[in-house]
């Protein structure tokens, strides 16, 4: 019981989001879809394009190098490619 108690007590790890707490519904929203499996996919389909640019982040502040021009050409390139794309 005490260590139950004291576990719950100690809310330093959700401190940082009681500020910011209107995401989950907002997010929630935003993934929801007429169906549970269509969720899953849509919920699998944000989670991978947070991984991948993610990646895509830690390749290109590898490749810059601490530089911020080369960073900013960096993602010029990849914004230019991913409009290109979009058409």
């Keep these: 019981r005490d260590t139950v108690q004291s576990a719950g007590e ?14 989950a519904p907002t997010t929630t929203v935003f993934v929801m879809e007429a169906s549970v499996g269509a969720s899953y996919r849509r919920s699998f389909s944000r989670i991978l394009g ?4 993610a990646a895509v982040c830690l390749l290109f ?14 993602v010029f390139i990849l914004e230019t490619c991913a409009a290109y794309v979009k058409r």
């Design 61 to 74: 502040l590898l490749i810059a190098d601490g530089n911020p021009y080369g960073l900013g050409v960096l």
């Design 50 to 53: 947070t991984a991948v640019a």
């Design 10 to 23: 100690d809310n330093s790890f959700a401190q940082p989001f009681a500020a910011n707490g209107h995401w």
